[in-house]
């Protein structure tokens, strides 16, 4: 668990830096002042949870495997996918009705915290 966390963070980044290249070369010059403050919101948003997985990863070592970790990890994976790619696709592709998925994985950003709290207070139940 604790490693999968880890790459996962560690390519949420890495994506984040190709997006922000993409956003400073192309979408700045394509897009209005709008539309690119929100293509800047899923960039932010992704490189904190992009840290956010590699904390939980670290976590993980340190705290021992858990259900909270685990259940925590995977909601910042799906919530960072949902939300920041909702955005990216707004602006890059135009189709606005895909931002119905952006406050489920807000959601999900919040509730993967909230997890990874009560994991760090907790540190159980743990798995086998």
């Known amino acids: 668990m604790n490693r999968t966390f880890v790459a996962l963070g560690a390519a949420l980044g890495m994506i984040d830096i190709m997006m922000g290249a993409l956003s400073d070369h192309v ?35 340190h705290l021992g495997r858990s259900r909270w970790l685990l259940a925590a990890g995977w ?15 707004l602006v890059l592709a135009g189709l606005h009705g895909v931002a119905i998925v952006t406050p489920f994985g807000g959601s999900s950003l919040i509730l993967s915290w909230l997890l990874f709290t009560v994991a760090a207070i907790k540190g159980a139940p743990k798995l086998h």
């Open 75 to 89: 909601l910042m994976f799906a919530g960072t996918l949902m939300f920041s790619g909702s955005l990216y696709i």
């Open 27 to 61: 979408v700045h010059a394509e897009v209005d002042a709008h539309l690119f403050r929100i293509f800047n919101i899923a960039l932010r948003f992704e490189m904190y949870h992009a840290l956010g997985l590699i904390l939980i990863g670290l976590a993980a070592a």
